[in-house]
């Protein structure tokens, strides 16, 4: 224990226990998001792209790692909505363990979903931006930062249906180009963002990432609703 976790203890999210925002208890309380393929949304191994369901501008899979359930989904709203940069650390110890799992090879690249810039000066940052990086940290990935971003101001996602949400997400994320330069796009390029719900964010993300010539774009999020 340092002094850190004296002055401002850490308690479990689900269960108050001391120690650490996620205890070992709670989170085996919490399922295994099913592997499936983004495009169909049926089961697969490893959430890879069946080949049947694959186009030019489709995602090449996709991790989701938990079910947004218990302590994890207590996790990632205390993130969201109460600024607790500190409980990001505590999900990505857990979340790296399983992604290893995943056995995902290469020189991986890694960005996360761009927040509309009015949000993210609002609440002053972007979660997801906190999971990618911290999650290509504990990897060994390599982390681009800023190369998506938002074009124009989009209704908050969540309240609209799930039709609607993607035709509302279409032409609004675009590539940064000048970062875009610097990265390989014969490299595998993972986008995070913190939870998998029709997945519109992540497809687009990926469809103008591929417009652009990337090879191969997988998306990964903490937990699927
Ligand atoms: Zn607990
Ligand atoms: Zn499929």
């Known amino acids: 224990m340092n002094v850190l976790d004296i002055l401002f203890p850490k308690n479990c999210l689900g269960c ?3 120690g650490g925002y996620i ?21 697969s191994f490893y959430g890879k792209t069946h080949s049947a369901c694959k186009s030019d501008l489709s995602l090449d899979g996709v991790v989701s790692l938990w079910e947004h359930k218990g302590v994890i989904k207590n996790a990632i709203s205390q993130v969201k909505y109460k600024f607790a940069y500190d409980v ?9 363990i399983e992604v ?31 999971f990618a990086e911290e999650v290509s940290r504990a990897l060994g990935w390599q982390y681009v930062p800023s190369l998506l971003v938002r074009t124009k101001h989009t ?18 994320i675009a590539v940064n180009t000048d970062v875009f ?3 390989d796009v014969k490299n595998p390029l993972i986008i995070v963002d913190d939870v ?18 990337i090879k191969e774009v997988w998306g990964l999020t903490i937990a699927k609703a």
């Not at 709670?26 to 949304?41: E, I, N, Q, R, W």
């Not at 998998?196 to 010539?213: F, N, P, S, Y």
Request: glycine share 8%; aromatic share 6%; net charge positive.
């Open 16 to 18: 108050g226990k001391g």
């Open 23 to 43: 205890c070992g208890r709670c989170l085996t309380k919490v399922s295994f998001a099913t592997t499936c393929c983004p495009v169909c949304t049926r089961f």
């Open 88 to 96: 990001v650390s505590d999900v990505v110890a857990n979340a790296a």
């Open 100 to 130: 290893n799992k995943f056995k995902l090879s290469g020189n991986i690249q890694c960005a996360a979903v761009p927040l509309h810039r009015q949000r993210e000066n609002w609440r002053g940052f972007n979660q997801s931006e906190r």
């Open 155 to 172: 209704e908050a996602q969540v309240h609209l249906h799930k039709k609607k949400r993607l035709r509302n997400i279409r032409g609004k």
């Open 181 to 183: 330069d610097k990265i």
């Open 196 to 213: 998998w719900t029709t997945g519109a964010t992540l497809k687009e993300c990926g469809r103008v990432l591929k417009q652009k010539g």
